[in-house]
């Protein structure tokens, strides 16, 4: 990269290579510049933030034809991008060489052949040159031009490039036909005002790292592939859902694939939602993240070079490529784009029981009541399709649950909550007149059509189908209709939609599929079922904005904006029905779905293997901007056992969303279902959740004004720690609370790995200081080790059976001090219903502080809820030395201390809603 030659430049001189600055200015503060290189490159260039960005246009002068081997044998295995990867085809050389790529086979590599392919690409295979470029008010537009004919059909010539530096932290990059239109994600991002251009490949200045690197393997821009490979800096990637993996992804050969799709999670498999989203943890400790918005079916390949490539057939290449540094800032950069997630109903952090298979109405209601007899903690009640009178949505078996609007009206009074399940599946077979969802659906055109012009019917619970088209704004107004007319039946809290993917048992249609492009593309990435259509609808459906085949993963999302937006055009659904946050859980999800609702992680079994399953997951969908999540707690398919059931639930009780939920002829597994022992144990797991949930609301609201992560991976908190990249058997709430559940039977102790620093036992402040290490600790089937971190204060609240009561309990407020005998905590606190709560200035925020030996309580904000709480108890964990007079506000105070450093201030009747001051001398 000596030698240039220039050819157009608003600047005085030609930089060195790697030099920072022309005429002593910032680039970032100069007009883009173009300069030839040596070896065939055009690059343009620019700095700002403290990133180098490049834009190198690959100029190849070779057509197709056979290359040499010597050449294709000097590529590292690990540097081999794939060049033919179909599946269910046999590669051979001929079949290799006729797309003029390398074919070197098993016994012409040097190393192990897992995985590598024996097709790929050669480095001079030809692909597009970056022609004119022009400067925009954010950056630049560039044309790319294809000198040589694609494998693939309807291969693009003429490519748009546009590169924008959107914000100091945020580059956008976007690569689309050029002249004709294609399917893009209508994904709602706030505008920038942002004035500052610069150029492409990105590079931080501090460390030299290179974040991006697309010259490695040619980009390809067909009808139906496109494919664009980078190297990326480390191997520790994490993201890239919605798979069944550890939190840190494996880069041996591995590829994901990005499909929503109706399965159990099971390893290797596409599954519910579409994520494609990935941060990555560079060797200084810092981070990046990169967003393809793209709703295509979609492939992700993995290779340990490392390096990443990605294939989708369909929409544009459009990248957001988020700058951190901290992996904090990553997620809140992405959702920044996509969205912040919506805040939750108070009573929605409190714990759930569901169960396919309770029978009746009746015998749910008796769930219920033994909850309440052992006063174990319970918020809502949840039923499957079973309560519905045919499987069919909005209605009520009058036979078996005729008693449900009376079981809705009790669970109201003891200050409980009702959510019912909904599938999106409307049944077509009913008599004409009978069934007002499809009359009236059909009427209105609302569901999805086959190539005909006529509704598809395909098949789910109920029999024969139609589909709700979401994308439809007249759909939304229908959908409210139907929920409306329901709700004045059974006055319902919350929806859960289930089987949104959207799941078909027909795979495609009652009549098939076509046998055009849109159900048959030239590739079809590696779906479970090999075919796009399997067990659900025809992509070449019609929606009223684009064919299924572009909208198949966006219909999780567009069924939860109908059912519960505030913005959707014609519908607010639970909005309006109820005049409340709404409360959603989904199955199926896509970027943006936590503006609308959560997610559970699907039909998981009773095992002990999809209990630990349970934590990446949770941390994948942290990192998704989706907070609120769990699994089905204990299991939904196959029976459990008592002992891992207990394990469970104390874990579940740590889930953002914590759900108990199984499936029809198992054994029963609510609590009360097993010994006195176990029951109480469980009890207890669940009154620790409902003691915190002052600190997990507050995380919530952090979650909902800026994205911070609710459960977060222990990195993020240490990311210069490498011990804690991999770790996915603990976690955190927020940056205080760490979790280390049991995840293996017949142990009564547990490993966890503690960050250097001091860790408090939750339980008793005895005092962990860690230099970074895995410490065995016991964990008798009573324990849940929960400990926090040095400098870390709690909220907490007496646990009540539920959070109406629970929420006007005592307040006891936790403090561990630090080394230097710091701690800082926040509160925030309002009716935990209301719609716009913060917005309207209806709420109150407090501030903690610890510093030379006195604790304060600051108001910032306050509202008439704060009123009805008092802080009763002040535990101070880490005081080093036994004090000798407490005082609050000025008076002086009665205490107790522990010789384990534990200070403990009782009694104190304090008002939440005015600030005061305890000190100890």
Request: contains cysteine; aromatic residues 12%; charged residues 20%.
């Amino acid at each position: 990269m000596k030698s240039y030659q220039k050819l157009t430049t608003d600047s005085t001189q030609v930089p060195e290579a790697g030099e920072d600055n022309v005429d002593g200015r910032p680039l970032c503060h100069q007009k883009l510049s173009a300069w030839w290189l040596g070896g065939g490159l055009l690059m343009v260039a620019a700095l700002l933030s403290g990133v180098t960005v490049w834009v190198l246009g690959q100029i190849w002068w070779s057509q197709h034809g056979t290359p040499p081997l010597a050449k294709c044998v000097s590529i590292p295995e690990d540097l081999r991008f794939d060049c033919y990867p179909e599946r269910n085809t046999v590669v051979t050389q001929e079949l290799c060489e006729a797309r003029g790529c390398c074919f070197v086979d098993s016994e012409q590599s040097s190393g192990s052949t897992n995985g590598v392919p024996w097709c790929f690409y050669p480095p001079d295979f030809p692909s597009y040159t970056l022609g004119s470029v022009n400067e925009t008010e954010l950056g630049l537009v560039g044309f790319l031009t294809r000198k040589a004919k694609a494998y693939y059909p309807k291969d693009i010539e003429k490519l748009q490039l546009s590169v924008e530096f959107e914000t100091d932290t945020r580059l956008h990059v976007k690569i689309t036909d050029a002249t004709s239109p294609r399917n893009e994600v209508p994904l709602e991002v706030p505008p920038v005002t942002k004035k500052e251009p610069f150029g492409l490949i990105v590079k931080r200045k501090t460390s030299g790292t290179v974040l991006l690197n697309t010259t490695m393997a040619p980009l390809f821009f067909a009808d139906q592939f496109l494919q664009i490979s980078t190297l990326l800096p480390s191997s520790y990637l994490y993201g890239l859902g919605e798979h069944r993996s550890n939190f840190l992804h494996s880069l041996e050969w591995n590829t994901l694939t990005f499909w929503a799709r109706d399965v159990p999670p099971t390893e290797s498999f596409n599954l519910y939602g579409v994520h494609p989203f990935y941060l990555v943890m560079e060797k200084t400790g810092a981070a990046h993240g990169v967003f393809l918005l793209n709703s295509n079916a979609m492939e992700v390949a993995l290779q340990p070079a490392p390096a990443l490539t990605w294939r989708t057939i369909g929409g544009v290449l459009d990248f957001y490529i988020f700058l951190g540094p901290d992996p904090n800032l990553v997620v809140q950069q992405y959702q920044q784009v996509i969205g912040f997630p919506a805040m939750p109903p108070y009573w929605g952090l409190g714990f759930h029981l569901c169960r396919w298979g309770y029978g009746s109405s009746n015998e749910t209601w008796e769930t219920v009541k033994a909850m309440r007899n052992f006063q174990i903690p319970q918020d809502a009640q949840w039923n499957d399709i079973d309560y519905m009178e045919g499987y069919r949505d909005f209605t009520v078996d009058s036979q078996k649950f005729g008693a449900l609007p009376q079981m809705v009206e009790d669970l109201h009074k003891h200050g409980q909550y009702y959510v019912m399940i909904l599938d999106p599946g409307i049944s077509s077979t009913q008599p004409p007149g009978s069934y007002w969802p499809y009359d009236e659906g059909l009427k209105r055109g609302v569901f999805i059509n086959n190539t005909q012009g006529e509704p598809l019917i395909g098949k789910v619970w109920p029999g024969l189908t139609a589909y709700p088209d979401f994308s439809n704004p007249d759909t939304h107004q229908w959908w409210l209709e139907n929920l409306n007319r329901f709700h004045s039946i059974v006055p319902f809290d919350g929806i859960w939609i289930d089987m949104n993917e959207p799941s078909d048992f027909m795979d495609g249609s009652s009549e098939g599929c076509s046998q055009g492009k849109l159900d048959n593309p030239p590739y079809v990435p590696a779906v479970l079922g090999g075919f796009l259509s399997a067990k659900t609808i025809c992509t070449s459906s019609r929606q009223s904005t684009s064919a299924h085949y572009n909208l198949h993963n966006l219909y999780g999302l567009m069924e939860a904006k109908a059912t519960a937006s505030p913005k959707a055009i014609k519908s607010d659904a639970l909005i309006k029905l109820r005049e409340k946050r709404p409360f959603i859980i989904s199955r199926s999800t896509f970027p943006s779905q936590g503006k609308y609702s959560g997610h559970w992680l699907g039909d998981n079994r009773s095992s002990w293997k999809d209990m630990a399953w349970s934590i990446p997951g949770m941390l994948s969908f942290s990192l998704f901007g989706i907070p609120l999540v769990g699994a089905d707690i204990c299991g939904f398919s196959g029976s459990t056992s008592e002992e891992l059931c207990t394990r469970w639930m104390q874990l579940g009780a740590f889930y953002p969303f914590s759900r108990n939920h199984n499936t029809q002829d198992e054994k029963a597994q609510d609590p009360p279902a097993f010994s006195p022992a176990a029951r109480t144990t469980m009890k207890e797991a669940l009154e620790i959740r409902y003691s915190l949930l002052p600190y997990l609301y507050s995380l919530f609201h952090r979650a909902h004004l800026q994205g911070d992560t609710v459960a977060r991976p222990l990195f993020f908190e240490f990311p210069k720690d490498v011990a804690t990249y991999s770790i996915d058997k603990q976690f955190l709430w927020g940056r205080g609370l760490l979790v280390t559940p049991v995840l293996d039977p017949g142990v009564d102790w547990v490993v966890g790995y503690f960050p250097r620093g001091l860790w408090y036992d939750y339980y008793t402040g005895s005092l962990v200081n860690s230099s970074g290490e895995n410490l065995k600790m016991a964990a008798p089937l009573d324990h849940i080790n929960l400990h926090i971190r040095e400098g870390t204060i709690l909220p907490t609240q007496k646990p009540g059976c539920c959070t109406v009561i629970s929420r006007g309990n005592p307040m006891r407020l936790i403090a561990a001090l630090s080394q230097n005998a710091n701690a800082w905590g926040d509160l925030y606190w309002d009716d935990g219903e209301s719609l716009d709560a913060f917005a309207k200035g209806d709420y109150s925020y407090l501030v903690f502080n610890v510093t030379q030996n006195t604790f304060t309580s600051a108001v910032l904000h306050s509202n008439v809820e704060a009123t009805h709480v008092t802080v009763d108890v002040l535990t101070v964990y880490g005081v080093g030395e036994e004090p000798k007079i407490v005082t609050v506000n000025g008076k002086e105070w009665p205490f107790s201390y522990l010789t384990n450093q534990v200070l403990t201030v009782s009694d104190l009747q304090l008002s939440l809603s005015q600030g005061f001051s305890i000190q100890w001398k």
